[in-house]
């Protein structure tokens, strides 16, 4: 496949690779602040960025590419609040939806239209990723420091996670 196309989807790889392990850095800070629904929300999370890598893994092999791993940096580990790390994953899709608009802007300028064709999902996906995040923000933003508020929205989160794991599953199959 085209070389500039495929070292760009390599880069894409890394970056969702990374951006799992920044997700699971945030679980594992939320289990550390006994607020298990958003570690659970943000587990699922860092499941589904594994996800993405892979179905571009999958992708490059199809096209007779080659997959190149490359290191990933060690993810941050502490966070202010719930409502800093949310505001943290938000700039991170911002940064991941940016990625993927230029690599659908090099797949088209470099006449790769099954690569631009392939990565619309990925451009749907991250209407998707950036509202979630938002969502959460907003409801964070209006809690504040009230901790009964904070406690209901754990469980809400937690929830939300077991749908979005039966809806991941149907995705899957
Ligand atoms: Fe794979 Fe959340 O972007």
Do not use: C
Request: hydrophobic share 45%.
């Amino acid at each position: 496949m085209n070389e500039k196309v495929q070292a760009a989807l390599n880069a894409q790889i890394n970056m969702e690779l990374g951006a799992f392990y920044t997700y699971l850095a945030m679980a594992a800070y939320f289990e550390s602040e006994a607020l298990p629904g958003f570690a659970a929300w943000m587990h699922h999370h860092a499941d589904e960025e594994m996800m993405h890598a892979m179905k571009i893994y999958d992708f490059v092999h199809r096209r007779r590419g080659r997959v190149l791993l490359t290191a990933i940096g060690a993810p941050k580990t502490e966070w202010a609040s719930a409502l800093d790390a949310m505001q943290a994953a938000l700039g991170h899709e911002q940064k991941v939806t940016a990625s993927i608009n230029a690599l659908v802007e090099l797949s088209r300028a470099e006449g790769d239209h099954a690569t631009a064709s392939f990565l619309q999902w990925y451009v749907d996906e991250q209407v998707e990723e950036e509202e979630i995040v938002d969502a959460a923000i907003q409801k964070l933003r209006r809690i504040g420091d009230f901790g009964p508020g904070l406690y209901m929205l754990d469980k809400e989160m937690g929830e939300q996670a077991g749908g979005e794991g039966e809806a991941g599953e149907e995705d899957a199959s």
